[in-house]
C-alpha cells in the first residue's frame, strides 16, 4: 500500500493504491491530518476503502506544518566524504561516532519539491550532489508511520569551505525531493535491508551510478527520531532523512540539464531533472497546490 498526494484541480488530495492497484480517496484533507492521528488510527483510517479514484499527478507526500529534517555522517562513506572536502575534517570523525547525532532542519513542507518536478543545483557552488536516503514519516507523538524516499541535494564546495555554512550548502530552492509515496511502517518488514540506488544519466549517458544498503547505517532510526524530538514538538509530524551512503567521488559536478534517478526496495523511484535553483526556474514553487510542476526552460 502507498498513500499519495496528488492534485485534483486546484486543490491537494490524499489518497491509497493497494498493492493490488486500486486506488480510493482518503476522508481527509492533509497528510498533516494523518500525522496527528495516533499509528493505530493512521492504520484504520487509510486501509478502510473509500471513493475510487483514478490517475493523477503526484505531489510531494508532505503539507502543512510537517518539516523536514535530516541526519548527517550517519554512514561511513559520508564520515569519509565530508572529512576529504572540508578544511575541518575532525568536526565529522568525531559526530560520527558521537552519542548525539547531527541533525538539521532540511525544508518546509511547501518547498519540497515531488518527483518529475526539477530539483536545484546552486549556481553560486562548485560541486553539487544529489544525496538518496530513506526517510522517515514521523506523527505527531514520534511514531515512524511510514517511509519515503529523500534526495537531500547538497553543495559539496560551500560546506567544504566552512561547516557553519551548512544551511546554505543544504537549504536552498529545489534542494529537497521526497517521494513519490509513503510505504505504511507496517508493510517494511525490515528497514535495515533495504537497497539504494543511484543513478545520474548526462546526456543520454550514465555518469554516476551506485549502490549501497541501509544495513550500512551506522545508528539506529529510533534514536534519530527520539533526538530529534527531544524538547522539540511537530504538531504535523515530520519528515526525518537519515543520512547518504552514496556519495561520488569528489570530482564528480551534479549540473543543469542532468537527469537523477534515486531508488529504494519497496519504497520506489524519485526521478528528478536538475536546474539552476534561481526564480526563473522555479517560479512556481509556491504553497499552491495546483502549481505548475514543469518549470520554464
Ligand atoms: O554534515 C553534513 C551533512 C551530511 C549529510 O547530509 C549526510 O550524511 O547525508
Ligand atoms: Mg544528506
Not at 521526497?178 to 505504511?184: D, K, M, Q, V, W
Not at 544498503?213 to 545508528?219: A, D, K, M, N
Request: proline share 7%; charged share 25%.
Amino acid at each position: 500500500m502507498q498513500i499519495f498526494r496528488y492534485a485534483d484541480g486546484g486543490e491537494a488530495r490524499i489518497g491509497v493504491i493497494t498493492n493490488d492497484g486500486r486506488r480510493w480517496r482518503l476522508p481527509v484533507r492533509s497528510l498533516a491530518e494523518l500525522l496527528q492521528m495516533s499509528l493505530d488510527d493512521f492504520r484504520s483510517v487509510v486501509e478502510a476503502p473509500g471513493e475510487s479514484v483514478g490517475e493523477s499527478r503526484l505531489l510531494p507526500p508532505i503539507d502543512g506544518r510537517t518539516e523536514v529534517w535530516a541526519a548527517g555522517v550517519t554512514y561511513k562513506r559520508s564520515s569519509d566524504a565530508r572529512q576529504e572536502e572540508s578544511v575541518v575534517a575532525d568536526v565529522y570523525a568525531r559526530v560520527y561516532d558521537a552519542v548525539r547525532p547531527e541533525l538539521f532542519f532540511k525544508s518546509a513542507a511547501w518547498r519540497v519539491v515531488a518527483t518529475t518536478e526539477p530539483i536545484g543545483v546552486r549556481p553560486d557552488s562548485e560541486i553539487n550532489v544529489p544525496e538518496p536516503e530513506l526517510a522517515l514519516v514521523i506523527n505527531a507523538a514520534g511514531e515512524t508511520i511510514g517511509y519515503t524516499m529523500c534526495n537531500d541535494v547538497s553543495s559539496r564546495s560551500i560546506e567544504g569551505e566552512n561547516p557553519l555554512y551548512l544551511p546554505q550548502a543544504k537549504v536552498y530552492t529545489g534542494s529537497c525531493a521526497l517521494g513519490p509515496t509513503i510505504r505504511p511502517s507496517w508493510e517494511i518488514a525490515d528497514p535495515y535491508a533495504l537497497a539504494i540506488t543511484v543513478h545520474v544519466k548526462r546526456d543520454g549517458n550514465a555518469v554516476w551510478e551506485g549502490e549501497t544498503s541501509t544495513s550500512l547505517v551506522h545508528r539506529r532510526f529510533d534514536d534519530m527520531v527520539e533526538h530529534l524530538y527531544r524538547n522539540y514538538t511537530f504538531p504535523d509530524g515530520a519528515v526525518l532523512t537519515t543520512g547518504t551512503g552514496l556519495v561520488p567521488d569528489i570530482t564528480f559536478n551534479l549540473r543543469p540539464g542532468d537527469t537523477v534517478e534515486v531508488a529504494i526496495d519497496g519504497i520506489g523511484t524519485l526521478v528528478n531533472d536538475v536546474l539552476h535553483a534561481t526564480d526563473a526556474h522555479f517560479g512556481w514553487l509556491t504553497p499552491d497546490p495546483a502549481r505548475n510542476p514543469r518549470a520554464p526552460a
